[in-house]
Every structure is written in C-alpha cells, then in structure tokens.
C-alpha cells in the first residue's frame, strides 16, 4: 500500500508562512524509483485544485495564484515532500492534500492521497 502523512497546517495571519509536510511510506510505494509529488487544496464550496507540482526529475509546475509566494521541494532520501507557503492570503483557506502517483511499464501504478490538513489564514 502507499501511506501518506501530512503535517504542518495551522492557523496564520495574513502575509505570514507556513510549510507543509508529507511523508510517504508503504510496500508498494518502496517498489517505484521515480514518482510525482503534489500539493492540491479544496476551499469551501470549491472543487479541488492543484496548488503545485514536482516531477521525480525536479520539475516544478504552480498554479498562476500561487507563483512567486509558494515552493515545492522534494526530499527523495526522505521519501518527503514540501510546500513553503510564504505571503499567506485570506484565499489560501482551504484543506491541503499531498498526492504521490506513479506510473510504470512494469508495476502498474498508484495514485494516493494524504489526509488533508487544514490552512486557516485570518487575522
């Protein structure tokens, strides 16, 4: 299975930062080299959108609201990846969900998610 563990949400004040955290594990993950990293959020009342994107070659891809304040990174040693999340606005709200996906010739695929975490930006 994949297992993804998120972490880092909280409550933040506008133009403040905060980094998310997620971890992936599992018997099935361990067997793919190369995979993607992504963050997307859901706000209230609101489909979920992808926020940012990580190639397993490091290729980092951005929603048009979130360039220039947001970063993805990955930890590969660590099996991690991140989301700084800098010049936090009020339409930041909304639950933030890690995805890992891989595809191979070989081993089939798998497209997981994290648990959510909660981003709350309000003064």
């Known amino acids: 299975q994949v297992q993804l563990v998120e972490s880092g949400g909280g409550l933040v004040q506008p133009g403040g930062s905060l980094r998310l955290s997620c971890a992936a594990s599992?018997?099935?993950?361990?067997?793919?080299?190369?995979?993607?990293m992504a963050w997307y959020r859901q706000a209230p009342g609101k489909q979920r959108e992808l926020v940012a994107a990580?190639?397993?070659?490091?290729?980092?891809n951005y929603a048009d609201s979130v360039k220039g304040r947001f970063t993805i990174s990955r930890d590969n040693a660590k099996n991690t990846v991140y989301l700084q999340m800098n010049s936090l606005k009020p339409d930041d709200t909304a639950v933030y969900y890690c995805?890992?996906?891989?595809?191979?010739?070989?081993?089939?695929?798998?497209?997981?998610w994290g648990q959510g975490t909660q981003v709350t930006v309000s003064s």
């Open positions: 995805n890992v996906a891989a595809v191979s010739t070989y081993l089939g695929s798998f497209n997981s």
């Open positions: 599992g018997s099935i993950f361990s067997m793919f080299s190369t995979y993607a």
């Open positions: 990580i190639s397993s070659g490091g290729r980092e």
